[in-house]
């Protein structure tokens, strides 16, 4: 008897050495109402289900700084953020003046593009951003890519952020209702295309909406943070209810990054499924169409990891 479960024994530590581990991955978003969260979720359904012994999760965050932030501590393996949001953090600008320079950032895929959305309401006799000033505005969730851009912009059109209007931090779900209420003048949101918080919005009954436009000030932000994080995107007339022509914004590109600690062949693996299921990104949402395979690995804030670098080489 003895013998027995001593064999026993040893195979249950055999067969326990010899499992695959299973491993967990968390992906940082964004809130309910923008397009990072169901794209997040999307991406972790399909991990989870074609990477064996592998659960992926996507957590609502208020975005592109805190996941960055986030990344940088190590809470999170998968984050989405802005290019601008990543350059300041590269670099320790901005909100990153404190925590510091976060070095440990790699670019996995360069995903959408997103438009500065402004918003006000029809017949408020706000026409551009500069008569915003005294306004009560929204300039998006504290920690959030919207804070850093709307920020931005309301100093290129000759506004203290801080100072000229009555600022409030505010979710693009909470913005929305907050103007149903009638508490917000106007907010800004950097989302793509559609953001379904905006388009609630345009269809609430009894209220019109109207979108300002931002480009005007493409050319300062150009020349204040280089060439190659601001360019011009145009909402297309009809994208929301009452938006009847084209609209010239400011618009700065989507990443997927991870830290440089995850393992090359896991981020292989997860970019290669996200690429062979482009179908069901998406069907979760119209933008993950715009998913492409790089022409080249410059020109992103933070370079590529080389796990993804693997993939796109056997791709091309």
Same mark, same amino acid.
């Given at each position: 008897m003895?013998?027995?479960?001593?064999?026993?024994?040893?195979?249950?530590?055999?067969?326990?050495?010899?499992?695959?581990?299973?491993?967990?991955?968390?992906?940082?978003?964004?809130?309910?109402?923008?397009?990072?969260?169901?794209?997040?979720?999307?991406?972790?359904?399909?991990?989870?289900?074609?990477?064996?012994?592998?659960?992926?999760?996507?957590?609502?965050? &208020?975005?592109?700084?805190?996941?960055?932030?986030?990344?940088?501590?190590?809470?999170?393996?998968?984050?989405?953020?802005?290019?601008?949001?990543?350059?300041?953090?590269?670099?320790?600008?901005?909100?990153?003046?404190?925590?510091?320079?976060?070095?440990?950032?790699?670019?996995?895929?360069?995903?959408?593009?997103?438009?500065?959305?402004?918003?006000?309401r029809? &017949?408020s006799?706000?026409?551009?951003?500069?008569?915003?000033?005294?306004?009560?505005?929204?300039?998006?969730?504290?920690?959030?890519?919207?804070?850093?851009?709307?920020?931005?912009?309301?100093?290129?059109?000759?506004?203290?952020?801080?100072?000229?209007?009555?600022?409030?931090?505010?979710?693009?779900?909470?913005?929305?209702?907050?103007?149903?209420?009638?508490?917000l003048?106007?907010?800004?949101w950097s989302?793509?295309?559609?953001?379904?918080?905006?388009?609630?919005l345009?269809?609430?009954?009894?209220?019109?909406?109207?979108?300002?436009p931002?480009?005007?000030?493409?050319?300062?932000?150009?020349?204040?943070?280089? &060439?190659?994080?601001?360019?011009?995107?145009?909402?297309?007339?009809?994208?929301?209810?009452?938006?009847?022509?084209?609209?010239?914004?400011? &618009?700065?590109?989507?990443?997927?990054?991870?830290?440089?600690q995850?393992?090359?062949?896991?981020?292989?693996?997860?970019?290669?499924?996200?690429?062979?299921?482009?179908?069901?990104?998406?069907?979760?949402?119209?933008?993950?169409?715009?998913?492409?395979?790089?022409?080249?690995?410059?020109?992103v804030?933070?370079?590529?990891?080389?796990?993804?670098?693997?993939?796109?080489?056997?791709?091309?």
């Amino acid at each position: 008897m003895r013998r027995v479960l001593a064999a026993l024994g040893a195979l249950a530590v055999a067969v326990s050495c010899s499992a695959p581990q299973a491993r967990f991955v968390s992906i940082a978003t964004g809130g309910t109402g923008g397009v990072y969260y169901p794209y997040g979720g999307a991406i972790a359904r399909l991990l989870s289900e074609k990477i064996p012994n592998l659960t992926a999760n996507a957590e609502a965050t &208020g975005a592109s700084v805190d996941n960055l932030k986030l990344i940088q501590i190590g809470k999170v393996d998968l984050a989405f953020t802005l290019a601008d949001t990543l350059a300041a953090a590269v670099a320790g600008s901005g909100p990153f003046k404190t925590s510091g320079a976060i070095g440990s950032i790699r670019t996995l895929a360069v995903l959408y593009t997103n438009y500065t959305h402004v918003v006000v309401r029809q &017949g408020s006799g706000i026409r551009h951003v500069a008569d915003l000033r005294g306004r009560a505005v929204s300039v998006g969730a504290p920690g959030s890519g919207t804070e850093l851009i709307a920020d931005r912009i309301l100093a290129a059109s000759g506004l203290d952020p801080r100072k000229d209007v009555t600022r409030y931090s505010l979710s693009v779900s909470e913005s929305a209702g907050a103007m149903k209420d009638g508490k917000l003048d106007g907010f800004f949101w950097s989302g793509g295309l559609p953001t379904s918080a905006i388009q609630d919005l345009a269809s609430t009954p009894g209220l019109s909406i109207a979108l300002l436009p931002s480009d005007e000030v493409l050319p300062m932000l150009q020349r204040d943070f280089g &060439g190659g994080l601001y360019a011009l995107a145009v909402i297309p007339a009809g994208t929301y209810r009452g938006i009847d022509a084209d609209l010239g914004t400011v &618009g700065v590109r989507n990443l997927l990054v991870a830290s440089s600690q995850l393992d090359d062949d896991l981020v292989a693996q997860i970019v290669r499924v996200m690429f062979e299921n482009k179908d069901a990104l998406v069907a979760a949402h119209p933008e993950a169409r715009h998913l492409e395979v790089p022409l080249t690995f410059d020109g992103v804030p933070a370079p590529y990891h080389a796990g993804a670098v693997r993939y796109y080489k056997e791709r091309r």
